[in-house]
């Protein structure tokens, strides 16, 4: 999705037009380029995540379309959920060092789309609770 300040309906903010809900957490991953799966990149940090994709640091730049294969550990699932997609974005933090990566899902698996689902929700949920 291209910002664009024109295309946003007054009133209403880039939050409320997102296609789908999105959870701020700080879960564990390893990821790679599909093309180069024995070069992993171990452990880091996701910042967001949603049904449609995620945001996550890296400590280098990809560009645009990347194809990459991620492995998500989170305290609440016993197993990995593996991840497709690609690529949308790499936004730099600290020049040469950490860049905050934003990936697309494709092709994600029912179990995938499952689990993040009910993740999503159980966070939701928990945070509306602790709002009452």
Same mark, same amino acid.
């Given at each position: 999705m291209v910002y664009n300040p024109s295309n946003i309906p007054s009133g209403n903010s880039f939050e409320e037009r997102?296609? @789908?809900k999105r959870i701020n957490k700080?879960?564990?991953?390893? @990821?790679?380029i599909k093309n180069l799966p024995e070069k992993r990149f171990e452990i880091t940090q996701l910042k967001n995540?949603?049904?449609g994709g995620m945001c996550f640091i890296t400590s280098q730049a990809f560009e645009p379309g990347t194809e990459m294969g991620i492995e998500l550990k989170t305290p609440y699932m016993s197993d $990995?959920? @593996?991840?497709?997609?690609r690529i949308l974005q790499s936004h $730099?933090?600290?020049?040469n060092m950490?860049?905050?990566t934003r990936f697309e899902f494709?092709?994600?698996?029912?179990?995938?789309?499952?689990?993040?689902s009910k993740l999503i929700e159980f966070f939701m949920k928990e945070e509306k609770n602790r709002n009452e």
């Open positions: 997102r296609r @789908y700080n879960f564990i991953l390893s @990821y790679f995540i949603s049904l $990995v959920t @593996y991840l497709e997609g $730099v933090k600290v020049k950490i860049y905050e494709e092709h994600i698996q029912p179990q995938a789309e499952f689990l993040i």
